[in-house]
C-alpha cells in the first residue's frame, strides 16, 4: 500500500469519527468550547487535556495496597493472635484511696433530714446535706408536690425546645427572675450541666475567657468544652484579674474584636469563701468585659432574702450579664437556671446543649422551687436564723482549734475545714496523709452520731491542673436546735483533736 493509499484511509476514518462525534448530543457545544478556549488559552487546554488523561488512567488503574509489606496471615495465624491479644481495661486500677472511699460509704435509710437513719439501723445528726432550711420536713410543700404528681406525672419526658415545656416550667422562670430582679430566666433539668451549657452557648473558639483558678468542676468542663482562649487568675485575687485583664486588652488591641468573659463564683464551691463582686463589676466595666456569676452555693443563702451575693454585696443583678445558679440544695428541687437580658435567655433556648437535648424538669420539682423562693421571699428571718446558726457553729470551730481552720466565709452554711499549714508542715503530711487522717475525722465523728464528710473533688485533664487542699465539709441546718449545733460542733473538734494529735 503507497502512502496516498494510506492518507485516503485515514482520511476516510476521520470522517467517519467526525460523523459519529457530531451525531452526539451536546457534541457541538463542546467542540466550540474547545475551539474558544484554544484559541484564547492553549495552555488551559493543555492543562485541562492532561488532567482528563490522568482521570481516566487513575479510574483504570488496578488496585493495590498503599502499605508496603503486608504479609497475609492464614486463619490459624489470625486465631492465635487473637488469643493472645489481651484488651486494655476501660479504667485503670482503683488507687487506696479511692477503695477506701467505697467502703466507708454512708447509706441513708429513708428521707434525708436533720436527723437521719443509716443502714446499720443507728440515728445521727446529719451535717453532710444541703437541707439548709429543713424544707424536707415541710408539710405544705410535701402536699403541693404530690398534688402536681397526681396533676402533672413523673416527669415530661422530653425536652424543653420540643414538647417537654409545661406551665409550672413558664411560671418558675418567672419567679426566679422576678426574685432576682432581672428580664428573663430559663430554668435547666440539671444544676451540674447549667453552667457548662452556659458558657459554650456563648463563648466560642477564638473568644476570651478570664478565670478564676479556684472555679468548680462544672465550670472548668463548661471553658473546656468552649475550647476558647482561656487566662487565669490566682483564685479571688483581684489585683492579679486586673493585671491579667490589662494584659489581654493590650493584646487584643490590634487584633479583630472577640467576645471576652469573666467567669467566677459567688461562694466558691472548693474553697467557701466569697467574691468581691462590686470590684468585679468595677473591672468589668474598665476593660469592658462580660461577666458570667455562678451562685450555685450563693443562690438561697447570702442577701437579707436569700437572692444571692446580689442582694448581699448591694449590686444590682442587671449588672452581671448571665447569673447562673442551681434550685438543688437549699431550696431542695433540683435543676438550674441562668437569668439576664431577654436577649440572652432567648439566645440559650436555640443553642444551650442542656436545654435542648436534655428532658425538662419534673413538674413537681418545678413547683417545689417556685414555692420555696416564695417562702424565702415572704420570711426573711429564715435566713438570719440560719447565720444565727452558722455563727454558733463558727464558733466551736474555727477559733478553738489548734488544727484546722476555717476558710469559708462566715455567712457561709457549708463550713470548709482545712488542716493548718504549720501542722501539715509539723507532721509532714502529704495530700493523701491528709485525706486518710480528714477520713479517720469523718469516721470518729459518725462512731460519736454525727455525720459529716470530706470536700470530694473531681481532677480532669484541664491546664492548669487544680490543687484544692483536703477538707472536710460541715453543712449547717435549721432542723436542729442552737444547742445541738453547739454540741455538734464540740463533737467534731474533739475528732479533730483525738485523731490529729495521736499523728506523730
Given at each position: ?452 464528710s470530706r470536700l470530694k473533688t473531681l481532677h480532669d485533664n484541664f ?42
Amino acid at each position: 500500500m503507497d502512502l496516498q493509499e494510506t492518507q485516503r484511509l485515514l482520511s476516510e476514518h476521520l470522517h467517519s469519527l467526525a460523523d459519529l462525534f457530531h451525531r452526539i448530543p451536546g457534541s457541538a457545544i463542546l467542540l466550540r468550547y474547545v475551539k474558544s478556549s484554544y484559541q484564547n488559552d492553549p495552555v488551559r487546554s493543555a492543562v485541562e487535556l492532561f488532567l482528563f488523561l490522568f482521570a481516566v488512567r487513575y479510574l483504570l488503574a488496578p488496585k493495590y495496597s498503599t502499605k508496603p509489606g503486608v504479609v497475609k496471615l492464614s486463619e490459624d495465624e489470625i486465631d492465635d493472635l487473637v488469643d493472645e491479644w489481651t484488651p486494655e481495661p476501660l479504667v485503670g486500677r482503683p488507687s487506696p484511696l479511692e477503695e477506701m472511699e467505697v467502703e466507708k460509704r454512708t447509706v441513708i435509710v429513708g428521707p434525708v433530714g436533720p436527723k437521719s437513719k443509716l443502714a446499720n439501723g443507728r440515728t445521727v445528726v446529719n451535717l453532710g446535706s444541703y437541707n439548709f432550711y429543713n424544707f424536707n420536713a415541710n408539710e405544705s410543700l410535701k402536699e403541693k408536690a404530690i398534688q402536681t404528681l397526681r396533676n402533672y406525672g413523673v416527669g415530661p419526658c422530653g425536652p424543653r425546645g420540643f414538647y417537654g415545656t409545661q406551665d409550672v416550667h413558664m411560671k418558675t422562670e418567672a419567679d426566679v427572675a422576678a426574685y432576682l430582679g432581672t428580664d428573663a430566666c430559663i430554668v435547666y433539668s440539671q444544676a451540674f450541666s447549667t453552667i457548662s451549657s452556659v458558657i459554650p452557648a456563648f463563648s466560642k473558639r477564638g473568644d476570651i475567657i478570664v478565670a478564676d483558678k479556684g472555679v468548680s468542676y462544672a465550670i472548668r468542663k463548661g471553658i473546656q468544652i468552649s475550647r476558647s482562649i482561656v487566662r487565669w487568675y490566682e483564685h479571688n485575687d483581684l489585683e492579679d484579674l486586673e493585671r491579667v485583664l490589662a494584659k489581654v486588652t493590650k493584646e487584643q488591641a490590634r487584633k479583630p474584636l472577640t467576645r471576652r468573659f469573666i467567669i467566677t463564683e459567688g461562694l466558691f464551691e472548693s474553697y467557701g469563701d466569697m467574691v468581691d463582686l462590686p470590684k468585679i463589676i468595677e473591672l468589668k466595666l474598665k476593660y469592658k468585659f462580660r461577666l458570667i456569676l455562678d451562685e450555685t452555693w450563693s443562690f438561697g443563702v447570702l442577701g437579707r432574702t436569700g437572692r444571692g451575693v446580689t442582694e448581699h454585696q448591694n449590686v444590682d443583678a442587671a449588672e452581671v450579664d448571665m447569673i447562673v445558679g442551681s434550685l438543688a440544695g437549699p431550696l431542695i428541687a433540683g435543676g438550674g437556671f441562668c437569668a439576664g437580658s431577654e436577649e440572652i435567655i432567648h439566645h440559650q433556648r436555640i443553642s444551650a446543649a442542656a436545654y435542648t437535648f436534655s428532658a425538662a424538669l419534673p413538674a413537681l420539682l418545678s413547683t417545689t422551687a417556685s414555692d420555696t423562693i416564695n417562702i424565702l421571699q415572704n420570711s426573711p428571718d429564715l435566713v438570719s436564723q440560719l447565720r444565727d446558726l452558722t455563727k454558733a457553729m463558727w464558733a466551736q470551730l474555727d477559733p478553738r482549734s489548734d488544727w484546722v481552720r476555717c476558710t469559708s466565709a462566715p455567712e457561709n452554711p457549708i463550713m470548709i475545714l482545712v488542716i493548718k499549714p504549720e501542722v501539715v508542715a509539723a507532721k509532714r503530711l502529704t495530700a493523701d496523709d491528709q485525706q486518710y487522717l480528714l477520713q479517720d475525722v469523718v469516721d470518729e465523728c459518725l462512731a460519736n452520731g454525727v455525720l459529716i464528710s470530706r470536700l470530694k473533688t473531681l481532677h480532669d485533664n484541664f491546664e492548669p491542673k487544680q490543687d484544692i487542699p483536703p477538707a472536710l465539709k460541715v453543712c449547717v441546718t435549721m432542723g436542729l436546735t442552737k444547742k445541738e449545733i453547739e454540741k455538734s460542733g464540740t463533737t467534731i473538734r474533739h475528732a479533730i483533736t483525738k485523731v490529729l494529735s495521736r499523728r506523730k
